[in-house]
């Protein structure tokens, strides 16, 4: 239960970070995953282990008059795996495509939008997965720069994303791509391509000796209506947008498994930008005057109102203890 956004226990106050929609942040469950993700970063002597101990150990929150609380500064360490991280820089994915997807709906009213699904092989190993990773930023690239697909493009988003296979270990490392593509994508078939012809692009975007799995499929919704087809549409944002890589996949328990999974990630993901826009999406991006999302602010990242004005702060610290944020 929150009362004034906090909880009063044993002459303490928990942190409750509760939303005008009821929904309560959970700031506590995500320090405890980074805290898990800390512990086995030391065990592997990574010299940024320290450093990602300390993200969001402090909070500061404006509260307004009416008890609404807006995260106003801490320190995140923004590395790829932190969960606090990566809980964040999904919400502002999400924020920010929204804003972008509804401009160029603005810009493009019949445009049509497509769901693209891209993958490849699983990997076994930390190599493997930094190898290919970098194929297939090269391999998409080249695939949007096909005349066949170019011609009737306006612009995507695209985020990679990477899950653990249980059975073998192996990792799965797959794209997600919104299309913006002209309504003229679907009137003829010179211009419309099945999703077997996206598969063999796709195959030799990435000089495959095999046949690769590739999903495309229109963004629309049963009822045809605008209300519905925008619903669907953002249906396809917050999935574009959800995390890279899933904590509960090398946050399992199991520590000499996780050990190695940990190790495999960084070295796989180190450097890698894991999500981009191009076209009239990119475009968009910029004339919004929106901050990179990979390294920036995520600090302020959700769609609450400004307007409101603070009547006080408060300030939240993790106790590595009691395995809670106290104020």
Known sequence: ?????????????????????????????KKTANVNYFELLQILKFKK??????????????V???????????????????????WRKTMKRSVQTTKIVEEVIRQKPRARWLFLTLSVKNVFDGDQLDK??????????????????????????????????????????????LLCVESTYFKNDDNYLSQEDWTKLWQKAMKLDYTPVVHIEAVKNKKRNKKSEYTAIQAAVQETAKYSVKDSDY?????????????????GLFRKRMIAYG?????????????????????????????????????????????NYYI
């Not at 970098?134 to 306006?154: C, D, H, P, S, T």
């Not at 399992?252 to 999974?261: H, M, P, R, S």
Request: net charge negative; proline share 2%; with cysteine.
């Open 1 to 29: 239960m929150c009362v004034h956004n906090s909880m009063i226990s044993d002459e303490k106050t928990i942190l409750c970070d509760k939303k005008a929609n009821g929904k309560v942040q959970p700031w506590r469950e």
């Open 49 to 62: 282990a320290e450093r990602v101990s300390q993200c969001g150990e402090i909070l500061e929150f404006d």
């Open 64 to 86: 307004t008059q009416e008890g609404r609380m807006k995260l106003a500064k801490t320190w995140f360490c923004k590395s790829p795996l932190c969960p606090m991280c990566n």
């Open 132 to 177: 290919s990773l970098k194929e297939m930023a090269i391999g998409f690239n080249r695939l949007m720069k096909y005349k066949k697909v170019a011609k009737n493009m306006i612009g995507f988003m695209r985020s990679t994303e990477i899950t653990v296979n249980e059975k073998d270990g192996s990792y799965n490392q797959h794209m997600h791509v």
């Open 251 to 267: 946050l399992t328990g199991n520590v000499v498994n996780d050990l190695e999974v940990v190790k495999d990630l960084e070295k």
């Open 279 to 323: 076209g009239l999406l990119k475009q968009v991006h910029k004339e919004l005057n929106l901050d990179d999302i990979e390294d920036g602010d995520l600090v302020r990242v959700d769609e609450d109102s400004d307007t409101e004005e603070k009547a006080y702060s408060i300030v939240a610290q993790w106790n590595w203890n009691l395995k």
